[in-house]
Nanobody
Framework: QVQLVESGGGLVQPGGSLRLSCAAS????????MGWYRQSPGKQRELVAT???????NYADSVKGRFTISRDNAKNTVFLQMNSLKPEDTAVYYC???????????????WGQGTQVTVSS
């Protein structure tokens, strides 16, 4: 009954920008940390950025200064603004969140289905 849906992926030229969104829906009591991960062919899924319920952020070294994670708690949505994109940013980007449903005592981890980001000339 809880679902995360990503949007905003697509094809962009090197140096361009994209803004990803991930909206959580369902019977939600509380969302703790939210984050973005990515996975490229031949590589393991890696952390891109996380944001706590209080707004504290962490970024992978490879995206620092280029990506910005933010959230709208009222809308249960997390964003990833990606600027100065590079070909090595090409991956499927996955949304992640720790969510407690109305009937849950503690939060569980949920994943979105992913959105493709391709950076190419």
């Amino acid at each position: 009954q809880v679902q995360l849906v990503e949007s905003g992926g697509g094809l962009v030229q090197p140096g361009g920008s994209l803004r990803l969104s991930c909206a959580a829906s369902g019977s939600i009591r509380r969302i703790n940390a939210m984050g973005w991960y990515r996975q490229s062919p031949g590589k393991q899924r890696e952390l891109v950025a996380t944001i706590s319920s209080g707004g504290s952020t962490n970024y992978a070294d490879s995206v620092k200064g280029r990506f910005t994670i933010s959230r709208d708690n009222a809308k249960n949505t997390v964003f990833l603004q990606m600027n100065s994109l590079k070909p090595e940013d090409t991956a499927v980007y996955y949304c992640n969140a720790a969510i407690a449903r109305m009937t849950d005592l503690i939060a569980s981890t949920y994943w979105g289905q992913g959105t493709q980001v391709t950076v190419s000339s």
